[in-house]
């Protein structure tokens, strides 16, 4: 960079017509579980960056050449106005989305990009004496089930499950409670249904350290354990949501016996009508811990049988799915995570001898950024010369991993501009050498400023009278020499 301290720098705030400029702020979904041929509620921000308000102004959204949504929106300066949109994705491909405004005259900033990308199945792994629900997510396609004993757990399946279901086993191993540990870490949950039988409680408050719930403390065992009712959930729990619609306050409602209580604080998912917590949710690693306080035998509980069985557990599910690419990147943000599918991630590990795996494609243009790999992430640093916006491909070896939606900053759209006034405040006493002069009407600040740094010209003077005296030059060469000379005769005598 030039060293400006030992030179003059004249600023001259440029004076710009005032004007609104619509431009999308961000773009998000209502639930990250996207179902093919489902509504979705895109959430849509779009702000006003000018300084005139905007009335009435059109927005438009489209998945690929389709258009799905329109509306009009009114945003004074400065503010920003967030609207809901209900899209669908036709198929499982990534789908590719704009959101256009249309406002004038500040029209370079009028498309927003983002992608949709339909959740792959969720799958779910239940481990246990027999299986309770496998006809519960067997029968729906958004889930794919399997079933295993505590003794022929696959480990390999263990560590690709979103949701592991752990119910009522007698004794946990230490190798399952690391694989337990491995699927919260990577941002899966596990669901803990706790055994009646004392002979388990040792084994499950090894498993609650692990996962970081501390201890927990255990009922008194009886033959005879006394059921007591679950209270009706609220309907604005977040947990919930969409769950019921119109219920009777009398609708009847599990009764169950628990066998264990928590000491860590969570959040109650159901509660007892005498406050005692049920099923609670707590946050471990990257992932969530669901905990049962009551197994869900017979004697225990008749949850597994109670119409709310099958919403929870759905829900517990659904909430297990993470997308890590987001809708919508920005050009400027330096470092994107992108998880890679296991085959992926093997691959990679095979050739890290070569550098250049993943590369950015748009169009003809392809890009190396710098990568590495941790664990089953890819962490791409966006080249600097990466500077147009749109969709770039993920390649690897050819083969498309993705397609990613960059836009520019959100800066770039805001048009206020500093004063003559603020920008003195900026620069301070403390750089004598650069001056701040107000270009005024038609420039006439600077042209003043430009006559008393340079006096007044005198060269179009002097020019004139050159080209005055070539000219009188010119005229005496064309019309002196044609003076006659009159003949001498001679006279004979």
């Known amino acids: 960079m030039t060293d400006l301290k030992n030179k003059e720098v004249v600023l001259v705030p440029l004076v710009k017509k005032a004007s609104g400029n619509l431009y999308v ?29 905007l009335s009435g102004a059109a927005v438009k959204v489209f998945l690929g050449a389709r258009q799905v949504a329109a509306y009009r929106v009114t945003v004074e300066p400065g503010q920003a106005v967030t609207s809901v949109v209900q899209v669908q994705v036709l198929d499982d491909a990534l789908a590719l989305g704009r959101v256009v405004t249309e406002d004038v005259p500040v029209t370079f900033d009028n498309t927003y990009y983002f992608t949709l990308q339909p959740a792959a199945a969720i799958r779910v792994l239940e481990i246990g004496a027999e299986p309770v629900a496998q006809q519960l997510y067997s029968n729906e396609p958004l889930f794919n089930y399997s079933f295993a004993k505590p003794q022929n757990v696959d480990y390999g399946a263990l560590q690709r499950a979103n949701l592991v279901l752990v119910r009522e086993i007698e004794r946990i191993d230490a190798g399952l409670r690391d694989g337990l540990r491995g699927v919260v870490r990577r941002g899966g949950s596990v669901v803990v249904v706790p055994a009646s039988t004392v002979n388990s409680h040792e084994s499950y408050q090894q498993l609650f350290k692990t996962l970081g719930l501390g201890a927990v403390q255990w009922e008194a ?40 209580r928590w000491s860590r604080t969570g959040t109650d998912i159901l509660r007892l009508r005498d406050g005692e917590s049920y099923l609670a949710n707590f946050a471990s690693g990257s992932g969530q811990v669901y905990v049962f306080s009551a197994p869900f035998a017979k004697q225990y509980s008749d949850f597994s049988a109670h119409a709310l069985f099958v919403p929870v557990m759905y829900r517990m599910a659904m909430r297990s799915y993470q997308n890590e690419q987001l809708p919508a990147y920005r050009l400027t943000q330096g470092t994107l995570t992108l998880k890679l599918p296991a085959a992926e991630t093997a691959s990679s590990a095979a050739s ?59 800066r770039e759209s805001e048009l206020a501009a500093y004063s003559a006034e603020e920008l003195r405040g900026l620069i301070g006493p403390n750089h004598p050498n650069i001056k701040v002069v107000e270009s005024g009407v038609d420039g006439a600040g600077l042209a003043k400023y430009q006559a008393e740094q340079t006096g007044q010209p005198l060269w179009r003077y002097c020019l004139l009278l050159v080209l005055l005296a070539l000219l009188a030059e010119a005229l005496l060469v064309r019309f002196g020499s044609r003076k006659a000379v009159a003949p001498k005769v001679a006279v004979a005598a």
Do not use: C, H
């Not at 702020?25 to 308000?53: H, K, M, P, T, Y």
């Not at 947990?239 to 599990?254: E, I, L």
């Not at 950024?369 to 690897?396: C, H, K, S, W």
């Open 352 to 410: 890290r001898a070569d550098e250049a795996n993943f590369r950015l494609v748009k169009d003809s243009v392809v890009l190396i950024p710098t990568q590495r790999i941790v664990t089953n992430e890819l962490r791409l640093d966006l080249p600097m010369g990466m500077d147009a916006l749109g969709f770039y491909q993920v390649q690897r070896g050819g083969k498309v991993l993705t397609t990613l939606a960059f836009n520019q900053d959100k």
């Open 221 to 260: 065992s009886t033959a005879a354990p006394e059921l007591r009712e679950v209270a009706m959930p609220s309907a604005g729990e977040p947990f919930f949501r969409d769950v019921f619609g119109a219920q009777q306050r009398g609708a009847s409602m599990p009764r169950v016996a628990p066998v264990l």
């Open 25 to 53: 702020d961000s773009v998000w979904l209502d639930d990250a579980f996207v179902r093919v041929r489902a509504n979705v509620g895109l959430q849509i921000r779009v702000r006003n960056g000018g300084e005139n308000s």
